[in-house]
């Protein structure tokens, strides 16, 4: 079974820069395509907004309208870790950002989630 954890969540001045990373544990056969969401304060789990994802194969990125061109998804297959680097950050970024683990065969695989707060 894989396991999500986030880490590098934190509060940052409208304009600036934070790299949250993911790292995955556990054992599969199974390739999987890598994605960040993310739950704005007020926002039930059903509310949470897809933000990029990473293709496991191929390693084609997509990114959401409202992030396109500030945030950028990447990969390191050798240490089982995602990053998503967010640069240029705005009050409305502020939420929890959850790492999520999907293909077409199992449930999405969600972390627990990391706090980041963008002050104006």
């Known amino acids: 079974q894989v396991q999500l954890q986030e880490s590098g969540g934190g509060l940052v001045q409208t304009g600036g820069s934070l790299r949250l990373t993911c790292t995955a544990s556990?054992?599969?056969?199974?390739?999987?395509?890598m994605g960040w969401f993310r739950q704005a304060p007020g926002k039930g789990r059903e509310g949470r907004e897809w933000?990029?994802?990473?293709?496991?194969?191929?390693?084609?990125?997509f990114y959401a309208d409202s992030v396109k061109g500030r945030f950028t998804i990447s990969t390191d297959t050798a240490k089982n870790t995602t990053y998503l680097q967010m640069n240029s950050l705005k009050p409305e970024d502020t939420a929890v950002y959850y790492c999520?683990?999907?293909?077409?065969?199992?449930?999405?695989?969600w972390g627990q989630g990391t706090q980041v707060t963008v002050s104006s």
């Open positions: 999520t683990a999907h293909n077409n065969i199992e449930p999405r695989i």
């Open positions: 933000v990029a994802e990473i293709n496991g194969r191929n390693y084609e990125t």
């Open positions: 556990g054992h599969s056969p199974n390739v999987y395509d």
